[in-house]
């Protein structure tokens, strides 16, 4: 028998007042991490699928929507640029790399991305099975791509037309797997990779059957892409490069970090919302501790002066109360933490609306130790405040039966 | 907590070094010139002088009102005098700091509450474990059970205190008061509810307890049942 054993026969001996003060501070600890991790990991998630671009270049239109279609893969895409006008950009100086990419077919919802050799290495990925692209129609697979179709190196399929999953149009010409990238935990991970000349070989193809207007094997600088993905040697003249393009061509540039930035001060809103309703709710678990607590005292103020007459002193006693409420917020930290972590890893890995894959510190990270010392924290003031009246306790009054 | 007058509380103990010099005598309860004052109250309780020996009983006698259970309280250190020192064991236990008054009133110090009262979320036998704990002595199950069949109340160890009748808890509060070998058994009214047969058994018990602890019993009460079975008695 010790302070511990006594602590949780105390608890254990109300098992529906503490089930019901741990059940509230679970639900409240799971809300707070659950809506903290969740924007933790998009926010990685989509830092992470930027890659090492800089800038985007692509039709005019919405700055976001180029962004999100050509960079994230989760928009339509604004329009096309003409091939020479992204060429001519590739040539400058300031720039370190430029990937040229063209899509507009899906197969299974996956896209399928015509670029060039230097994709990959925007978000170094690397082949891990087969090889890359060498002739028109032939693919690698995303690694999640390839798990999810069941697609492997040797097998073909038939695009489909458009971006959506039940496309009703399928080429007929099929097209070839011959490698597998690696899982990286970037949006590579969700695409169907080919080379510039299948896209627009299918399209021509396509075209011809459509319109019947255009001519076979015409030149690179009379073809089109949807946008070009830029990275700088340095990004002292970024800004500039951006206000120069969208002033004098007919093209849009762009920066990702900076659209992704405001997209998520509007998505912010929504999240700190639900973060202050979850802290309000702690705050709430906290004051229902620190009542709780208070009424235990009040309630056993005639078992706390007994156990003073045994010989307890003032510390025992308070240890005793700080273990009674710590076991119950620890416990509830434990729950709270793995409820949020499994249902948010529930929610990336069963659906697609989330990118697949989970950061590398999902499990463990800055935004977690915050939390846990705001909880303990809320915890350390409602006890302090509680265990208040056992240092006042009138031993004498209490055995006197005059409280 | 009061301070007691030098002068007096000098010549009742000795210190040197803090560290607390036995005297070489029998007297193991001394009260001298003790009095108390309510915060709230200008009337002092004046008590009377006790000395008790070793292994002496001694039944305190009042009406309602007069201060017993304050007396009682005075006697284990619960509250501090006014004035006047209480010594047992020759340590003046008013002058031992809040901690060091716990620990002593948990080691030499066994008190049955007028009201029949254990720890309700704990086995008879876990209370029992809780007082030694908290009491600094080590715990063995089997003093605990032979201090549980002594009182008959053997078949209660492993029953919640709520599942217990009046006559278990009280037989219960006699094991909790004596269960750690107190110098000391003080007893509030612990007949004052009983019919004349369960009075003397509980007389008997709390006798027999003394007797086999080695302890000075006093028991204070306004029940006259029990005068004759204490040799000394004193009258507030």
């Not at chain 2, 002068?7 to 108390?36: A, C, P, T, W, Y």
Request: hydrophobic share 45%; net charge neutral.
């Amino acid at each position: 028998m010790n302070i511990w054993s006594i602590s949780i026969r105390n608890i254990s001996s109300k098992p529906w007042y503490s089930a019901l003060g741990l059940i509230t501070l679970t639900l409240s600890i799971t809300l707070l991490f659950g809506i903290q991790q969740l924007n933790y990991t998009v926010e990685s998630k989509l830092n992470n699928d930027l890659g090492t671009i800089d800038l985007v270049l692509g039709a005019k239109g919405s700055p976001l929507q180029l962004v999100l279609s050509s960079i994230l893969h989760i928009d339509n895409p604004t329009g096309n640029i003409s091939y020479e006008a992204a060429e001519a950009v590739q040539r400058n100086p300031l720039v370190k790399i430029a990937v040229p990419i063209s899509y507009g077919d899906n197969y299974k919802g996956f896209r399928i991305v015509g670029t060039t050799p230097d994709f990959p290495t925007l978000y170094n990925v690397e082949i891990v099975q087969g090889r890359g692209p060498k002739y028109t129609l032939e693919v690698v697979l995303g690694n999640d791509v390839a798990q999810k179709t069941g697609l492997d190196i040797g097998d073909t399929f038939e695009s489909g037309h458009g971006l959506a999953a039940n496309s009703l149009h399928h080429h007929e010409r099929p097209m070839k797997v011959v490698g597998i990238y690696q899982p990286s935990g970037t949006v590579i991970d969700r695409l169907i990779v080919t080379g510039l000349d299948s896209v627009w070989e299918l399209h021509e193809h396509h075209d011809h059957e459509d319109e019947n207007s255009k001519e076979a094997g015409e030149e690179h600088y009379n073809k089109e892409i949807t946008s070009l993905l830029v990275s700088f040697k340095n990004l002292s003249g970024l800004l500039k490069f951006s206000n120069t393009i969208n002033r004098n061509t007919g093209m849009q540039a762009a920066i990702p970090r900076y659209e992704l930035d405001r997209l998520f001060s509007f998505v912010g809103i929504g999240v700190k919302t639900i973060s202050w309703i979850a802290f309000l709710i702690l705050l709430l678990s906290g004051l229902m501790i620190c009542l709780n607590l208070i009424q235990m005292v009040k309630d056993r103020s005639f078992d706390l002066a007994l156990y003073r007459t045994y010989g307890a002193s003032h510390l025992q006693l308070v240890m005793m109360l700080i273990l009674e409420a710590f076991i119950l917020v620890i416990l509830a930290l434990i729950l709270g933490y793995i409820l949020s972590q499994t249902t948010i890893y529930c929610v990336l890995y069963y659906t697609s609306l989330l990118p697949v894959g989970l950061p590398a510190d999902f499990w463990f990270n800055s935004n977690i130790m915050n939390l846990i010392f705001i909880v303990l924290s809320v915890a350390i003031i409602a006890v302090s405040i509680a265990i208040y009246p056992v240092l006042k306790l009138n031993i004498s009054k209490i055995l006197s039966h005059e409280i | 907590m009061q301070k007691l007058r030098p002068g007096k509380k000098d010549s009742l103990i000795q210190r040197i070094n803090g560290q607390f010099e036995k005297k070489n005598n029998l007297e193991m309860i001394e009260v001298q010139n003790l009095n108390f004052r309510y915060k709230k109250d200008s009337r002092i309780l004046n008590f009377p002088n006790i000395t008790l020996n070793n292994s002496e009983s001694l039944l305190i006698l009042g009406r309602s009102g007069v201060g017993k259970t304050t007396l009682l309280h005075l006697l284990s250190g619960l509250l501090s005098p006014y004035h006047g020192a209480v010594v047992v064991d020759d340590v003046a236990i008013h002058e031992l700091s809040p901690k060091r008054l716990d620990a002593f009133r948990g080691h030499h110090i066994g008190i049955i509450f007028q009201r029949n009262h254990a720890i309700s979320t704990l086995t008879v036998e876990e209370n029992l474990r809780a007082r030694l704990f908290f009491s600094g002595r080590a715990i063995n199950t089997v003093v605990i059970q032979q201090l549980l069949e002594s009182l008959n109340i053997a078949d209660c160890i492993s029953h919640r205190t709520n599942e217990l009748s009046e006559g278990q808890l009280q037989r219960l509060g006699i094991a909790m008061a004596v269960i750690h070998s107190p110098r000391v058994i003080l007893a509030d009214e612990p007949t004052s509810s009983l019919d004349d047969e369960n009075c003397m058994k509980v007389i008997d018990l709390l006798k027999k307890q003394a007797e086999l602890n080695d302890a000075n019993l006093v028991v204070i009460t306004h029940d006259q049942r029990i005068t004759a079975h204490f040799s000394k008695t004193i009258f507030l």
